[in-house]
């Protein structure tokens, strides 16, 4: 078995997020004031008393909202509340039972899941407020006071959770899963592309720019492997972000690409290349991640038998500083060219990954300082002594000169492509780092 599965479900600022936050130990979910601020499902990985499971933060429920949003929130937390094992209603002492409280435990009533009732917001320790007794007009049993801000009752509440697991759940996380962040620009179909891949609505999809805030968490498995996708929120120009939320969201993607193996850079075939496209690469450029560049809505461009090459090397000199980076045309639409995905997302993290002897790299360095002479200046020449890997992730070389000064940026990026052209290191960027032999005091 899988590790089991909890949900966190209730009406809008009751302080789920905080909840969310508090349990996993970590910042995931983005915490506001503002109703409707977590919309898809974020997932986060929990532990108690040797306990391993998964913990899931949605979006408030507002059970007979007609607005476009928010009724897809509440499909979100369907979701949730459909593969969970165990689900916790979260409630507010301040404001005591409301009607939506009433209609939501409804809801989970009829799911026919175990169902931990949480009252929030119990700030103070000791004996409970009054209003915290009404809390069993909702027939969900004993309810558990809580301070997600403080953290008081959690123990308490965790102790109730863990009851409802199976004996047998597997707790072993898979090393072998490979984490992928999908990044760009808003409206180039991340969301499109994750929904497409899990085969159900995984996270909103709208035309609205800005719909993803949270950075979700898909886990997919098939015959190419195990997956993590990382739906993140599209990332404008600086100058355009004056949302508080958004500027959350963009440290959030940020945060995604850090913690990523992989980054499919998405472009809109309708738009083609765009200096924002070339800023958000360039962030996972500089984390060192594995870098697959997928042109999405190739399904929309009219094309003949020259198209896809000549947009691809349009896209090659534009992405001139990663020119590693493959290109794939795809289409979250149709499907098009989809499992080819999967099989390149592979192939990059293992290149990402890849460590080559010092053996077979002075080789190359012996072929190809004999082949161009390294660089002189006033008739003192660089000398490269030998050369090897330090560490992977990206593949970092360290050489050995007699003087930094004399090794230019051009003969080092010769020695990166004579690496490239006998290892193929294809997706993924290169540190090199020089260090003189004897050092000057």
């Known amino acids: 078995m899988s590790k089991p599965v909890v949900a966190i479900v209730g009406r809008p600022n009751v302080g789920k997020s905080t909840l969310f936050n508090k349990l996993c130990g970590s910042r ?45 929130m509440r499909r979100q937390a369907q979701l949730a509340i459909d593969s969970a094992d165990v689900i916790i209603l979260v409630t507010d002492v301040r404001t005591g039972v409301v009607a939506t409280d009433s ?19 119990c700030d103070t320790i000791g004996e409970p407020p009054m209003e915290f007794y009404e809390f069993y007009n909702l027939g969900l049993g004993d309810p558990i006071q809580v301070s997600s801000v403080h953290g008081h009752g959690t123990g308490d509440l965790l102790d109730e959770v863990i009851k409802y697991f199976p004996e047998d759940a597997d707790e072993d996380e898979d090393s072998d899963t490979v984490k992928v962040a999908v990044i760009g620009k808003p409206n180039v179909g991340k969301s499109s592309l994750v929904n497409a891949i899990a085969g159900e609505e995984r996270t909103i999809v709208s035309d609205i720019a800005g719909t993803t805030r949270d ?4 886990y997919i ?16 120009r600086k100058s355009r972000v004056d949302d508080a939320i958004e500027k959350y969201s963009v440290i959030r993607a940020r945060m995604a690409v850090e913690r990523a193996q992989v980054c499919v850079i998405m472009i809109d075939a309708t738009e083609g290349f765009t200096e924002q496209d070339s800023k958000v690469a360039g962030m996972a450029h500089d984390l060192g991640k594995g870098c697959i560049i997928a042109v999405n809505k190739w399904d929309l461009v009219e094309k003949d038998g020259k198209t896809m090459d000549d ?3 349009k896209l090659m000199k534009d992405f001139s500083f990663m020119s590693y980076a493959p290109i794939i045309f795809i289409s979250a639409k149709t499907g098009q060219r989809l499992d080819r995905l999967f099989e390149l997302i592979k192939f990059v993290d293992t290149q990402n990954a890849m460590r080559i002897s010092t053996g077979k790299l002075n080789d190359v360095l012996a072929d190809a300082t004999a082949r161009v002479q390294p660089p002189t200046d006033k008739g003192r020449r660089l000398k490269i002594y030998y050369m090897t890997q330090a560490s992977t992730r990206p593949p970092t070389f360290v050489c050995f000169v007699n003087r930094k000064d004399l090794f ?13 052209e006998v290892f193929g290191l294809e997706g993924t960027p290169t540190r090199f780092v020089i260090r003189e032999r004897e050092q000057k005091k």
């Open 28 to 72: 995931l979910s983005i915490v506001d004031d503002t109703p409707g601020v977590t919309r898809d499902r974020i997932y986060g990985d929990c532990e108690w008393l040797n306990r391993h499971f998964l913990l899931i933060d949605t979006g408030g429920i507002e059970p007979y909202s007609d607005d476009i949003i928010l009724s897809q």
């Open 103 to 121: 209609e939501v435990a409804a809801m989970l009533l009829r799911s026919g899941k175990p169902i931990v009732l949480c009252v929030n917001k």
């Open 215 to 218: 950075a979700t968490d898909t």
């Open 221 to 236: 498995e098939n015959e190419f492997g195990k997956y993590i996708f990382i739906d993140t929120a599209g990332l404008r």
């Open 311 to 313: 947009y691809r090397k």
């Open 408 to 420: 230019h940026y051009s003969y080092q990026r010769y020695l990166d492509n004579q690496i490239r």
